[in-house]
């Protein structure tokens, strides 16, 4: 992924969307599920979607995510994670987070 990120609010939609140049040059178009915060970091997850705007597999991406708190108009920061015991801990965090969700709606 390049530094090229790009945040958007769909018009008349919550949903938010993050366009990814991959490093290959293609262009992804992203979902953003949620930002969560584990290990004292937040995290970015994803799911990156189709030309027709949809994820058949329900694949998700995790990046590491971070602001500029002295400029809210800045683009968001994104970075790979590369330690499996990092990706892990945020993949458990996820996990949590589908869990409350479907407790919420449960309730």
Do not use: Q
């Amino acid at each position: 992924m390049s530094d090229e990120t790009k945040i958007l609010e769909e018009e008349g939609s919550e949903e938010m969307t993050v366009t990814l140049e991959l490093d290959d040059g293609t262009n992804v178009d992203c979902a953003v599920i949620t930002i969560l915060e584990a290990g004292g970091k937040d995290y970015i997850v994803l799911l990156p979607l189709d030309e027709n705007g949809e994820n058949e597999d329900g694949e998700v991406w995790f990046y590491g995510y971070s602001e500029n708190p002295d400029d809210p108009n800045e683009e968001p920061e994104l970075s790979y994670i590369e330690d499996d015991a990092e990706y892990e801990m945020v993949a458990e965090k996820f996990d949590e987070y589908l869990d409350d969700c479907e407790f919420d709606e449960i309730l």
